[in-house]
Nanobody, 125 residues
Framework: QVQLVESGGGLVQAGGSLRLSCAASGRTFSTYTMGWFRQAPGKERMFVAG????????WYADSVKGRFTISRDNAKNLVYLQMRSLNSEDTAVYYC??????????????????WGQGTQVTVSS
């Protein structure tokens, strides 16, 4: 079992940056694929970024490619999402998720096994 806790959300002006963190409990964290998803009001949860167990493979939604960077520190049980050039369309609750199967390239929410409670990101224009 893995527990995930996100932090780092907040209010930022358009064009600004934020870094989200996801702290994971459990000794098996380093074996899992990790992902970030987001959900805007009235919309379904959407994939943002993913990273494999070693950090050697990363993949992104087209809407954030070139602006967001996912990374992980297995020694600290942390996953990060660095967000730059934010715009109003990035406003959402951001969720961290873990995939026990350690799949690469996974973008579908139901394939992730564990979820955090989410952190709100609001971009003002």
């Amino acid at each position: 079992q893995v527990q995930l806790v996100e932090s780092g959300g907040g209010l930022v002006q358009a064009g600004g940056s934020l870094r989200l963190s996801c702290a994971a409990s459990g000794r098996t964290f380093s074996t899992y694929t990790m992902g970030w998803f987001r959900q805007a009001p009235g919309k379904e949860r959407m994939f943002v970024a993913g990273i494999n167990w070693s950090g050697g493979s990363t993949w992104y939604a087209d809407s954030v490619k070139g602006r967001f960077t996912i990374s992980r520190d297995n020694a600290k049980n942390l996953v990060y999402l660095q967000m730059r050039s934010l715009n109003s369309e990035d406003t959402a609750v951001y969720y961290c998720a873990a995939d026990r199967q350690a799949s690469v390239g996974v973008t579908t929410a139901f394939l992730y096994d564990y979820w955090g409670q989410g952190t709100q990101v609001t971009v003002s224009s």
